[in-house]
């Protein structure tokens, strides 16, 4: 640890969940950008598999919580777009975790619910689809 005043900073030869997390993001961004949303799809499921959830949540300091928030709006995008790529690639069983992931993080994401309707609907599981949209309707309604 390096330290400037009234900041905290990890040396760049350490390792850490949130670091690593975002460089996976960082990759996984790239690499649809690149147009391979294949090789983006390994990235984002070991991103998401570092989720533990909230940032720092037993520390209270004012910015902490922009952080948190921005953490998790890039966990939440990822375990979406995780969810898609598995129902795309035929793989709807795949995706219902990461989706579910999605919705835990934050109940108002309507694509994690379009995300995760697609995947039961790709398995069959028309059911539960429908189950999810009712949910998302009654949840997204303002």
């Known amino acids: 640890m390096r330290t400037d005043g009234p900041r905290l900073e990890l040396h760049r030869s350490l ?5 690593r997390f975002g460089d996976l993001l960082d990759r996984a961004d ?5 147009g391979h949303p294949r090789a983006a799809l390994p990235l984002l499921v070991e991103a998401i598999s570092l989720w ?3 940032f720092a949540v037993d520390l209270d300091h ?6 948190r928030i921005h953490l998790r709006s890039r966990f939440v995008r990822a375990a979406c777009r995780a ?3 598995f129902t795309a690639l035929g793989q709807g069983d795949r ?10 993080a934050d109940p108002y994401h309507g694509p994690s619910y379009r995300a995760l309707a ?3 609907r790709s398995i069959g599981d028309h059911t539960s689809a429908r189950s999810i949209i ?9």
């Open 15 to 19: 390792d850490a969940d949130v670091r």
């Open 30 to 34: 790239a690499a649809e950008r690149a």
């Open 52 to 54: 533990r959830g909230d």
């Open 62 to 67: 004012e910015w902490l919580e922009l952080e």
């Open 83 to 85: 969810a898609e790529l």
């Open 95 to 104: 995706a219902i975790d990461p989706a579910r992931a999605a919705l835990d």
């Open 118 to 120: 697609a995947a039961y």
């Open 134 to 142: 009712e949910r998302a309707d009654s949840s997204l309604a303002l």
